[in-house]
């Protein structure tokens, strides 16, 4: 079974700040990690994804993460926002057996990251 | 290349209705997730589905709720006689099955108001 903590549920933030939002996990099997992003009221959009290899991965829109495995993080960092970054940000993970996930991702609560003019 | 889609966007019924909720996976996508999102809180999973099969339906309440992905057509959620607390979020994705890593691709959502 696997858990998500998103450690915080709101980061208020200056425009042209830099942001992380942070996120940690627990599992008793090996994990793959995503970032999700969703706008208000719409669906979820892939940022970014961790499976092996480099732990710092990046996405899209300027996004990267870095996978801590001591440390159970994946924590999700942008050096400078824009208002356009204003929504609700979501961790997940899935299992990984043997080097082929699980279908189901168990997700976080939640950031939901405003940007400030 | 059309993304998922799920329909209708918004639904509303009254306290004993059934609601069905459709999804349309990508083209090329043989698998289906369910999930839920609760007002106030993070998406909950709640079945997966390949064609004509349920894999892991570990999320689903035992109750009310079923769902289906049959050999045509789109995936089906029904929740019948429905109650208050169904009012949620309902978020359909699909993966291709295929590779390491079966990365999700998520529809617009079903937004169910039960009145």
């Known amino acids: 079974a696997q858990s998500v903590t998103q450690l915080d549920s709101q980061v208020p933030v200056f425009e042209e700040a830099p942001v992380e939002l942070r996120c940690n996990y627990s599992?008793?099997?090996?994990?793959?990690l995503f970032w999700y992003v969703q706008y208000p009221n719409q669906g979820l959009q892939l940022l970014l994804k961790?499976?092996?290899?480099?732990?710092l991965v990046k996405g899209i829109n300027g996004f990267e993460a870095e996978f801590n495995k001591s440390q159970t993080s994946f924590h999700l960092r942008k050096p400078s926002v824009h208002i356009s970054d204003t929504a609700e940000y979501f961790c997940?993970?899935?299992?990984?057996?043997?080097?082929?996930?699980?279908?189901?991702?168990?997700f976080g609560q939640g950031t939901i990251l405003t940007v400030h003019p | 290349n059309a993304g998922v889609m799920q329909n209708p966007r918004h639904l509303v019924r009254r306290r004993g209705q059934e609601a069905r909720l459709r999804c349309s996976p990508m083209?090329?996508?043989?698998?289906v997730y369910w999930y839920r999102q609760l007002p106030e809180e993070g998406l909950k999973f709640m079945v997966y589905?390949?064609?004509?099969?349920?894999?892991?339906e570990s999320g689903m309440p035992k109750e009310r709720f079923s769902a289906e992905f049959p050999k045509e057509g789109p995936s089906i959620l029904r929740i019948q006689q429905v109650v208050r607390g169904d009012s949620a979020a309902y978020f359909c994705?699909?993966?291709?099955?295929?590779?390491?890593?079966?990365?999700?691709?998520f529809g617009p959502g079903t937004r169910l108001t039960v009145l």
């Open positions: 994705a699909s993966s291709s099955g295929q590779g390491d890593v079966d990365t999700q691709y």
């Open positions: 599992s008793s099997v090996s994990v793959y």
């Open positions: 961790y499976l092996s290899g480099s732990t």
């Open positions: 997940a993970v899935s299992g990984n057996a043997g080097g082929t996930s699980y279908g189901k991702l168990t």
């Open positions: 083209k090329g996508h043989s698998h």
């Open positions: 589905l390949q064609k004509e099969n349920i894999i892991d």
